[in-house]
């Protein structure tokens, strides 16, 4: 078996720290590990995590379903990047 490049050790490594497909295939472009990527996949780790135990006790409650949680989870990453997106407009612009 071939070993794995770097970039897709790296895209492999992303995805399973809670990256979705195009954050991942970006990120395992960068030339080298940085402090700024690890800090990434750590604030990565614990958004899942608080986003699990929500999701958790939600399913309880029958809010959710378990069916659910993935798409849930895509649309919080998305929330998040709007979020980034609206605060680094100037003022006026919609």
Same mark, same amino acid.
């Given at each position: 078996?071939? *070993?794995?490049? *770097?970039?897709?050790?790296? /895209?492999?490594? &992303?995805?399973? @720290?809670?990256? &979705?497909?195009? #954050?991942?295939? #970006? &990120?395992?472009? &960068?030339?080298? =590990? !940085?402090? =700024?990527?690890?800090?990434?996949?750590?604030? %990565?780790?614990?958004?899942? #995590? %608080?986003? #699990?135990?929500?999701?958790? @006790?939600? $399913?309880? !409650?029958? %809010?959710?379903?378990?069916?659910?949680?993935?798409?849930?989870?895509?649309?919080? $990453? !998305?929330?998040? /990047?709007? *979020?980034?997106? %609206?605060?680094?407009?100037?003022?006026?612009?919609?």
């Amino acid at each position: 078996m071939a *070993r794995a490049s *770097r970039k897709q050790a790296r /895209y492999q490594f &992303l995805r399973l @720290h809670w990256f &979705l497909p195009l #954050e991942a295939r #970006e &990120l395992s472009a &960068l030339p080298k =590990a !940085t402090p =700024a990527l690890k800090q990434l996949v750590a604030d %990565r780790d614990a958004r899942r #995590e %608080r986003f #699990e135990r929500i999701a958790a @006790h939600k $399913i309880a !409650t029958g %809010r959710w379903r378990r069916q659910d949680v993935p798409d849930k989870w895509v649309a919080n $990453i !998305t929330r998040m /990047y709007g *979020r980034i997106a %609206r605060q680094s407009r100037p003022k006026g612009v919609p």
